[in-house]
């Protein structure tokens, strides 16, 4: 059975960096384009980031306020997704999910708390 | 960017009976075989229950439909069930980075 599971949530001071994983299992990652979706109370689910499978090697993207603070990559040997979050914001504060790109698996989700 | 804008936001239904959610995109989509619907309950996950505008996924039961084309589109429910509460979400996945639905909250009346 195909499943994600995330980690790497937690509190931060705006400013700060996390990076958060998602292991995958009972599927090849780099066969997934996959993304990162982020969900708040207040805008509900956002787009994060975006890696195309093994075939799209040079496919990344982001969507604009993330973009030159968030790296998206993928560790083939691990089968791990992962988001590098660095300069974050308080506005980055959500439940961040991995996410097959056409929504059909998503993890549990991790918790971001980005303040002072 | 496709904008996806959803209505109603808040949706009480009696139990048994129908529901529909309806979800306009800013573009039309030519290829509209982006169009997902993904349900949240309280306290988990979204999961998808559509994709391709009408195609259920595995698991999903079939009092759950889509329908739509061009600019509108629709997720019904043909007899609303307890489990059923929850959050709906459209979006279109085949435009990047297209917005989610601002979602629709199904409670029981």
Redesign the interface.
């Known amino acids: 059975e195909a499943r994600l599971v995330e980690s790497g949530g937690g509190l931060v001071k705006p400013g700060g960096s996390l990076r958060l994983s998602c292991a995958a299992s009972g599927f090849s990652l780099n066969d997934a384009w996959m993304t990162w979706v982020r969900q708040t109370p207040g805008k509900?689910?956002?787009?994060v980031a975006?890696i195309g499978s093994k075939s799209y090697p040079g496919r990344i993207?982001y969507?604009a306020p993330v973009k030159g603070r968030f790296t998206i990559s993928r560790d083939d040997s691990e089968n791990t997704l992962y988001l590098q979050m660095n300069s974050l914001k308080t506005e980055d504060t959500a439940v961040y999910?991995c996410t097959t790109?056409?929504?059909?698996l998503?993890?549990?989700?991790t918790l971001v708390t980005v303040s002072s | 960017d496709v904008v996806m804008t959803q209505s109603p936001l808040s949706l009480p239904v009696t139990l048994g009976q129908p529901a529909s959610i309806s979800c306009r995109s800013s573009q039309t989509l030519v290829h509209s075989d982006g169009v997902t619907w993904v349900q949240q309950r309280p306290g988990q996950s979204p999961r998808r229950l559509i994709s391709k505008v009408s195609n259920r996924d595995s698991g999903v039961p079939d009092r759950f439909s889509g329908s739509g084309s061009g600019t509108y589109f629709t997720l019904k429910i043909s007899r609303v069930e307890a489990e059923d509460v929850g959050v709906y979400y459209c979006v279109d996945i085949a435009n990047w980075p297209s917005t989610f639905g601002q979602g629709t909250k199904v409670e029981i009346k």
């Open positions: 509900g689910l956002e787009w975006l993207d969507i999910y790109s056409g929504l059909g998503w993890g549990q989700g």
